[in-house]
């Protein structure tokens, strides 16, 4: 059952809730920044001496990097595929580094008889 209950939500004591309570907003500084992808974000700054706008930020959207020159966006990030161990390991060795240390391990193996 909905009742009229106007003060839902709130707590006894609250008082009015605006601009009063809170003090006044400080002066703010709106930036425009574009990604790869077209989308514009403008994220607000407080507006204060010595203010650093940073050269990009992250679009919400699509999670590229923006930055504040339309007709230039930072360039998409590189997606590298995932590597496994062995991928790693190969990079490092060469086959015959491998069959090397294979056999060094065989033997090590054979000499304590584990294997014939």
């Known amino acids: 059952m909905a009742g009229g209950n106007a003060i839902r939500g709130s707590r006894v004591g609250a008082g009015p809730m ?10 703010r500084v709106f930036v425009s920044y574009w990604c790869a992808n077209g989308h514009q974000t403008r994220p607000s700054f407080a507006e204060e001496p010595g203010l650093a706008v940073p050269e990009t ?6 999670g590229f990097p923006a930055g504040q020159d339309e007709a230039n966006p930072p360039a998409a990030p590189k997606v590298e595929p995932y590597k496994t161990h ?3 390991v190969k990079e490092r060795r060469s086959d015959a580094d491998g069959k090397a240390i294979l056999e060094e391990a065989l033997a090590t193996l054979r000499d304590r008889k584990l294997i014939q």
Not at 18 to 27: D, K, L, T, V
């Open 18 to 27: 605006g601009e009063a309570e809170r003090g006044e907003a400080a002066p």
């Open 86 to 88: 062995l991928a790693y």
């Open 57 to 62: 930020w992250d679009c919400p959207r699509c």
